[in-house]
């Protein structure tokens, strides 16, 4: 694609999400409104349903920019939009966020983030993500906990109050495991045991199965390769970046992981962190065979 056009592309994308968005804002902001003044259950109930197509639709919208991917394989049983489900994926840029929520809008429950709380001040987009519930974490640093103990898991407290939320309807609660966009200098720094991957981050994951671990019927794995240099904002407005190949695995969660606490159950911690450090294995195995040019595995289901 010649530079011209290819900035030209991106500028007309940038200007279809901003649209977008600010006409998706109004009826959200109006029934996040409704829904904030009227504290019937039933009612709430029907607000945050209206609210959920409202973010489909966003999703929905955001189609007539996004590039997706080349080459998408599945792996098990049909997805549900009717039940509830914990969905991960590994993390290289903004745009896993865009091509993920493409690829399962209206396959699955709407997806709930967990959040940096700063984020609740993005413009406009801050009171969006508040609108639709997604709980916003307050990380807090070594000498912040030493200075304030009553700090320490205050993060899980919150966590734990969305999670008895999400139990009012089917949601999809996304958790990006590694924490944090993969680079070459966090991986060192990791000295992470994967080739492709930081090391995986259970402790939210823990949390969601103690309070839903009933609830949830399936873990939606995901892993996203980008074929050369991982796209930034602009360039996956322009459409500048090479093949976008994605797995998605949908997996049973093993029945002792449900329904126990993380905090102060070591045996679930223990199985927790074994069984994510085999899903990370072949997540790395997938991501290599990717790097090699091995993009066509085959779908065993869906």
């Not at 902001?29 to 973010?55: E, G, M, Y």
Request: charged content about 20%; glycine content about 8%; hydrophobic content about 40%.
């Amino acid at each position: 694609m010649l530079k011209p056009l290819s900035y030209l592309r991106g500028l007309f994308a940038g200007l279809l999400l901003v649209l977008n968005t600010a006409v998706i804002c109004v009826p959200l902001f109006f029934f996040a409104l409704l829904k904030l003044l009227i504290p019937l259950h039933s009612w709430r109930t029907a607000c945050n349903h209206v609210l959920d197509t409202i973010q489909g639709a966003w999703i929905s919208g955001n189609r007539l920019w996004l590039r997706g991917p080349e080459k998408v394989s599945y792996h098990g049983a049909p997805l549900r939009k009717d039940r509830w489900c914990l969905v991960t994926c590994n993390h290289q840029a903004w745009a896993d966020i865009f091509i993920v929520q493409s690829l399962l809008n209206r396959q699955l429950p709407q997806m709930k983030f967990f959040l940096k709380q700063e984020l609740l001040w993005v413009p406009v987009v801050g009171l969006c993500w508040w609108a639709l519930d997604f709980p916003f974490m307050k990380r807090y640093n070594r000498e912040q906990l030493k200075k304030n103990p009553k700090k320490l898991g205050k993060d899980l407290e919150t966590a734990h109050n969305a999670c008895r939320k999400f139990r009012d309807r089917p949601v999809a609660i996304f958790n990006f495991m590694e924490g944090t966009r993969f680079t070459a200098a966090k991986h060192q720094q990791q000295k992470s045991p994967f080739a492709h991957l930081l090391k995986p981050k259970v402790a939210g994951t823990g949390l969601v199965l103690d309070v839903m671990g009933k609830d949830l019927h399936s873990l939606v794995d995901l892993t996203i390769h980008y074929q050369g240099k991982v796209p930034g904002m602009l360039a996956l407005l322009r459409g500048d970046y090479g093949q976008v190949s994605v797995q998605i695995h949908q997996r049973e969660i093993p029945p002792e992981l449900r329904g126990r606490n993380y905090g102060s159950d070591k045996e679930f911690r223990g199985l927790l962190q074994s069984w994510v450090h085999q899903l990370w294995e072949e997540k790395d195995q997938t991501l290599e065979k990717f790097s090699a040019g091995e993009t066509t595995l085959q779908s065993t289901g869906g």
